[in-house]
């Protein structure tokens, strides 16, 4: 059964950074490219960041380039977002997501998803 779980989210001031953690279980995680997804109130689930399995090349939203860093520890089966200068227009559950496939990370469709852990960037 694959699982992912993530973590590190919470309560932080605007100007402020968080690192989110995405742990998997019950899948080769070295040969998944991972993606970090957020949804804020009322809106669509948006495309954040991704990484693929086989290289380290990465892809980001526009809004968030600059600032998020995504990366993973395959020996930990473990994905980061680390999240600088965030943004009350950042708030919002933030998910990771895999797929076994390589190309157009940011708009396929992903096969497992974790729950998601909330951010909130107070202004």
Request: one cysteine or more.
């Amino acid at each position: 059964q694959v699982q992912l779980v993530e973590s590190g989210g919470g309560l932080v001031q605007a100007g402020g950074s968080l690192r989110l953690s995405c742990a998997a279980s019950g899948l080769t995680f070295s040969t998944y490219s991972m993606g970090w997804f957020r949804q804020a109130p009322g809106k669509d689930r948006e495309f954040v960041a991704a990484i693929r399995w086989s290289d380290p090349t990465t892809y980001y939203a526009d809004s968030v380039k600059g600032r998020f860093t995504i990366s993973r520890d395959n020996a930990k089966n473990t994905v980061y977002l680390q999240m600088n200068s965030l943004k009350p227009e950042d708030t919002a559950v933030y998910s990771c997501a895999a797929t076994n496939q390589l190309y157009n990370l940011p708009s396929r469709r992903y096969d497992y998803w974790g729950q998601g852990t909330q951010v909130t960037v107070s202004s």
